[in-house]
């Protein structure tokens, strides 16, 4: 039996959907039970969802929309609620993608979480704990939506040559996300380089950063840290890491050339691969 406690709808996306949840249910004169039949779950999931103690999936919403007549009231609260799994410190982050024209990142050790495979996401956000990790990786598939929108952001990914022997979560894994990244030469949005050993030292020596444009507000940088991120439009640290954005550019191979080592190092290392065009 799930106690029944008052929520503040404003404390969190999830305590906005389980009060929304409960006011649709308790006007369709429905028990918990009654509703968890209807949608495949137990009265004991409905209630956690009522008590924002348990994360919801996209499916879960599909189902207890159309089982309320919710006219897609709660599936509208689905890209909010994914986005509250992400940590508190990332959340600014993935809110500054989705407003975004214009996103240039550069990543030493893994493939941008914008450009994951479900299986590579799986393996990286599982590698020291597995504390709700199908809601992790639901959100972070989640933020690749904006790749897929009407009027999807320009993405350039520079991406270390490191990352392409990193192998996480197996080989089949690797090959799988190495072919992810040659698709995007189908897209002329989606923009990956790769920057090679030869290169020597370089302007991103100090780690992953990002830097956003917008199409009404100044430029953002962010720099990701290991347990949190910093956002800035300081004029000055923005230039510079868009000056390093730049020469990370300029060092690393173009976008054919790249292609063509990602499937050179798929096929070598993680087994055939598709030929590049």
């Known amino acids: 039996m799930v106690n ?4 503040d709808p404003g404390a969190s996306p999830l305590a906005y959907f389980g009060s929304e949840l409960r006011r649709l249910r308790t006007g369709a004169e429905l028990t918990l039970d009654q509703l968890g039949r209807a949608v495949f779950l137990t009265g004991s999931q409905i209630g956690q969802f009522e008590n924002a103690v348990l994360m919801p999936k996209l499916e879960h919403l599909e189902r207890l929309d159309a089982a309320l007549n919710a006219d897609g009231a709660l599936l509208r609260l689905w890209p909010l609620i994914s986005r ?3 940590p508190k410190w990332f959340q600014k982050q993935a809110n500054l993608e989705q407003r975004a024209t214009e996103i240039y990142t550069f990543n030493p050790q893994l493939v941008h979480g914008l450009l994951q495979t479900e299986r590579y ?3 990286v956000l599982g590698a020291m704990h597995s504390n709700d990790l199908d809601t992790r990786v639901v959100a972070r598939l989640e933020r690749q939506k904006i790749l897929k929108r009407d009027e999807p952001p320009v993405l350039w990914a520079v991406l270390s040559e490191a990352v392409l022997y990193q192998e996480i979560g197996g080989k089949e894994v690797m090959r799988e996300q190495l072919a992810r990244l040659l698709s995007f030469r189908a897209n002329d949005l989606v923009n990956v380089q790769i920057l090679p050993f030869s290169a020597g030292m370089h302007a991103g020596l100090l780690g992953a ?13 962010y720099q990701e840290g290991y347990d949190g991120g910093v956002a800035t439009v300081d004029g ?3 230039r510079d890491r ?6 990370l550019q300029a060092a690393a191979l173009s976008i ?3 292609a063509e080592l990602i499937a050179r190092v798929m096929k070598e290392r ?5 030929e590049v065009a």
Do not use: C, N, Q
Not at 4 to 7: A, D, G, H, S, V
Not at 210 to 215: E, G, I, N, P, Q
Not at 242 to 247: E, F, K, Q, T, V
């Open 242 to 247: 868009a000056l390093r954005y730049d020469h």
């Open 256 to 258: 054919e050339e790249s």
């Open 209 to 221: 950063f990002t830097v956003l444009r917008f199409a009404d507000t100044p430029d953002v940088a």
């Open 270 to 274: 993680y087994g055939e691969g598709p």
């Open 84 to 86: 509250s799994a992400l």
């Open 121 to 123: 996401a799986r393996a």
């Open 236 to 238: 000055a640290k923005v």
């Open 4 to 7: 029944i406690k008052e929520l």
